[in-house]
């Protein structure tokens, strides 16, 4: 019986011991160092509701972020399949997210991408996965059409006017009212269900006075669809018959009701009679539970939040009036979707430890369990033998370096379903401690202080102090450690005074570090102020005496009435006390004096009561002169924190005018040193304020005291105060991004101040990139105040984000801010139409140019009018960049304009378009008949002309010079036997006979006619002929007629020239 008590126990222990050493885990710090140095498994850190309803108006985002070392890749499946972001152009994951952004800019169909999503981020570690993610588009159906017939009812009948909304998604908000949108009022005879309907208990003929609309809101769209208005005809009696209660819903005498746990449970009767019936609710064998339990709708619902196994039951509603009662029985049953009991947590381990994940759910029914590793069944995953799945429990057994993964917890039933990822994270990390290095820390004696010592490594480390290098370990009695590391003394003496090791050590090897503590002697006021009574002008002093420890820096404040007092030019604050000369009844009341290191204070308080004087005194300042007062003086620093200090100075004398203010300056010696800003400013009735400060600056503090007469000279400067670093909290402000040529882009801000800094070596991170394309960020990291950006396209949008950041950190991720390339000259305009409605007017329009390569700043039009080869002066007009139409008031209705129309951009103007106005019709008519002579054709057809009847005229000459001229009566004889030979029919003409006589030509009908003696000589004297200015003819042929000439038919024979010629011959 002894052994088996004896084994019980052992197995006990030992059990305990194993779950004692499965539950003690590793925790990575919080340390961002750390943990950029340490693998880590992914972890999804942000995602999209399960049921995601989106606006089909917006693009939709699909959120999945994550973080791990390294840095997640991201991949999603859609409706169980891979899903190809990279084929769809519509389709894009955000930078280091694995944020979906479908855009619909381009065009598309929202409703083409619903369906069932699922993010994986994976590394070298392991794989994470999110909760699948029921994309769903929003939808607005309208209102079937329906022709509603009038509702014809007797008085005190029941009426239901059904409402049957267009199923949105999500459902609609419904609410009744008129056709003219004025609310339906409501009560416990005329109300809205929960299904929409409006349910009248009895009706009255006051229902007949309006229609009634039911109307559907939608959330996403935010608009209101409204059905057909029902008319009520009210059939009148001579009296309404009380009737008793009966149900309109729910049916019958009993209904069932399940409902899921967490959500709010709602039960509804509504019944008819006259009068209308009043509504309670009961619950069998219980009472309703009142902390959540509420009554709606004029207590025809009962709604119960936040459903537990608790509230199922029976409940049944009563519905009574003077006529008698009904009641109708609901069964509600709770089911459940799953609840976590014990969620799954990261678990860190160290080669060879034992560790298990656990994952307890419950629900209705009752939730199975299976367990994923890397987004995979675990039954399908590798064999790993250090891993034991037992139900919802996996218990880890001797793991090794390189079993690192992340494993997927899926608890569902009927309901719905949990997903949780806890990764298990294999590491073997050297000790390291956290703290700053050799750490002062001041306490004073017999006060509980505690030394800290934060470490971190795997496996977990043994953590052990040592005083002044002894070679024993501190622990018990006076001293007690804690499991994070610190060491807490319950009481510091002056023995423990000394430096402090602690040592950190694993099988990896060890870390130390050293702490030194000084024991202080606390600051106790030995003599405090007394209560005293004194008469009105005479002189009071306060005693104050203080002893402290001569190591630490004392600060002395007086308090009246628990506010910090104003030391006048009546009263002086000395070492041990403070003198009040000549007391008023205003200094009565309580005085406070206040000794205080930066480690304890004390304080000690009296009552000064003032006795008034029966005959006031002669007030003798108020014939002495005002002055400025004189400067503060013996400034001190106390209260020293990382972000603020404690600035107190004894004021100096007001000179006869009270100090209405005091002005609180600093200097600092890094940036802009010897220069004094002003930091804040505070009335005049104190001497000491707590001052806000930035980190990673050297101050130096004076006071200027001001009064009606003016300001003081500034008080000596305070020691200096240096307060320690941190990352900025602000970036640059005023960033732009304009360029300066055409192929580049200069960014610009306005630089961090000394107060804004907060560390040393601050920096820019100058970050670009073109607008709305999916490149990368560009960055460069710079000290100065611009960045140029080289070969860039001409004026292109950029997104750019300026950071600032020195050697603590970053700031906050800054704004993007839109900024343009460089500019460049214009293209011509996109068009340019001339229209002439009139002769006096010609109408101009142009579009903007096709590339503008900038900002249009305005255009620029030339024009001059013309007629011919004469042209006008040159004239100018400049036009607004919005500005695309121009009327011209003609000068003359002939002369037509040519055009000269230029963009302009702030580099100049870009190429002209020329156009020229439309031609009137009485100018056209005048340029057919002026400007022929100037055409080419036209010019070479009369040179060829001339040239052709100078060879004539050379060969008439010829001809003349050689054969001379026929006699008279050879000619009559020739002509005579010539007429013979035509009168004759039977003659034959031979070769000989058919050639022409020397001067005569056969004419048109074959008769052969004698040729005028006329030369062409006679032509030419006429005197009418003239050439114009190009040598063309333009004149007309005359011939000096002989006198006794009588047939008019002969002068035309002359008009050719080849006639001319057979006359000359």
Known sequence: MVMQQYLLTYTGVVFALYLHHIIRAIEVPLDPNIQNELPQPPTITKQSVKDY?????????IDCEAKGNPIPTFSWTRNGKFFNVAKDPKVSM?????????????????????????????????????????????????????????????????????????????????????????????DKRVSQGQNGDLYFSNVMLQDAQTDYSCNARFHFTHTIQQKNPYTLKIQTTRGVMETTPSFMYPYGTSSN?????????????????????????????????????????????????NVSEEDSGEYFCLASNKMGSIRHTISVRVKAAPYWLDEPQNLILAPAEDGRLVCRANGNPKPTIQWLVNGEPIESAPPNPSREVAGDTIVFRDTQI????????????????????????????????????????????????????????SPIPTLRWFKNGQGSALDGENYQRHENGSLEINMARKEDQGIYTCVATNILGKAENQVRLEIKDPTRIVRGPEDLIVKRGSLVRLDCRIKHDSTLKLTVTWL?????LYIGNRMKKEDDGLIIYGVAEKDQGDYTCVASTELDKDSAKAFLTVLAVVSAPTNRMTALPK????????????????????????????NNSPITDYVVQFEEDKFQPGLWHNHSRYPGSVNSAVLRLSPYVNYQFRVIAVNEVGSSLPSLPSERYHTIGASPEINPTGVQGAGTQKNNMEITWTPLNATQAYGPNLRYIVKWRQRESRESWSNETVRTTRHVVWNTPIYVPYEIKVQAENDFGRA??????????GEDLPSVPRYFR????????????????????????????????????????????????????????????????????????????????VEESPAPLNEAYTKNHVDIATQGWFIGLMCAIALLVLILLIVCFIKRSRGGKYPVREKVEVLDHEDHKVDDPSFDYSDEDNKEPPGSHTSLDGTIKQESDDSLVDYGEGGEGQFNEDGSFIGQYTVKKDKEETEGNESSEATSPVNAIYSLA
């Open 53 to 61: 309803i989106v606006d089909p108006r917006d693009n939709i985002f």
């Open 94 to 186: 955000q930078r280091r997210s694995g944020t979906l952004v479908i855009d619909f800019r381009g065009g598309g169909r929202p409703e083409d991408y619903e369906g069932e999503y699922q993010c994986s981020a994976r590394n070298e570690y392991g794989t994470a996965l999110s909760s699948k993610i029921l994309l769903q588009v929003s939808r607005s159906p309208l209102w079937p059409k329906e022709h509603l017939d009038l509702v014809e009812i007797d008085e005190g009948s029941p009426l239901t006017l059904k409402c049957n909304p267009p199923p949105g998604l999500p459902p609609p908000v419904v609410f009744w009212m008129s056709s003219s949108m004025e609310p339906i009022h409501q």
């Open 257 to 305: 009701q399940i409902v899921l746990r967490g959500v709010d449970l709602l039960l509804e009767c509504i019944a008819s009679g006259v009068p209308a019936p009043d509504i309670m609710w009961h619950k069998k064998g219980g009472e309703l539970p009142t902390d959540k339990t509420k009554l709606e709708n004029f207590n025809k619902a009962l709604r119960i939040t």
């Open 402 to 457: 390189g079993s690192s993964a992340v494993y997927q917890c899926n608890a569902s039933n009927e309901h719905g379903y949990l997903l949780a990822n806890a990764f298990v994270s294999v590491l073997d990390v050297p000790p390291r401690i956290l703290a700053p290095r050799n750490q002062l820390i001041k306490v004073i004696q017999y006060n509980r202080t505690r030394l800290d010592c934060p470490f971190f490594g």
């Open 560 to 564: 009246k009435d628990d506010t910090p």
């Open 627 to 654: 002055e400025r007062p004189e400067r503060p003086r013996d400034l001190e620093l106390t209260d020293l924190a990382e972000r603020s200090v404690r600035l107190t100075w004894i004021p100096g004398d007001d």
């Open 812 to 821: 906050p991720e800054p704004d993007v801010i839109i900024g343009y390339s």
């Open 834 to 913: 001339i229209r002439q409605p009139n002769l006096e007017t010609i109408t101009l329009e142009w579009g903007h140019p096709e590339h503008p390569n900038g900002i249009i700043t305005g255009y620029n039009l030339r024009y001059q009018a013309f007629n011919g080869t004469k042209t006008g002066r040159t004239l100018v007009e400049t036009f607004s960049p919005n500005q695309t139409r121009f009327t011209l008031q003609r000068t003359d209705p002939i002369s037509r304009y040519r055009f000269f129309l230029r963009a302009r951009t702030q580099v100049g103007d870009g190429e002209s378009i």
